[in-house]
């Protein structure tokens, strides 16, 4: 091998790893920021629970129960 081929190698492997280095950083950066949401609506059955046309419909039964 002479030297020329051998920098050439050199700087491929310097710059891989490089370009390795920053993937990796990218990708645990992406990881962090997925953390759980604060949520401003209820969830599951309180969200429907609290929907204007549930309400209308329990009425409308408590109405037909009571008559």
């Given at each position: 091998?002479?030297?020329?081929?051998?920098?050439?190698?050199?700087?491929?492997?310097?710059?891989?790893?490089?370009?390795?280095?920053?993937?990796?950083?990218?990708?645990?950066?992406?990881?962090?920021?997925?953390?759980?949401?604060?949520?401003?609506?209820?969830?599951?059955l309180?969200?429907?629970?609290?929907?204007?046309?549930?309400r209308?419909?329990?009425?409308r039964?408590?109405?037909?129960?009571?008559?």
């Amino acid at each position: 091998m002479d030297g020329e081929q051998r920098r050439g190698r050199l700087s491929s492997f310097v710059v891989g790893g490089l370009v390795g280095a920053s993937a990796a950083l990218a990708a645990a950066r992406r990881r962090r920021r997925r953390g759980p949401a604060a949520r401003r609506t209820p969830q599951g059955l309180e969200a429907f629970e609290g929907a204007p046309c549930y309400r209308e419909v329990v009425e409308r039964e408590l109405e037909e129960l009571e008559s």
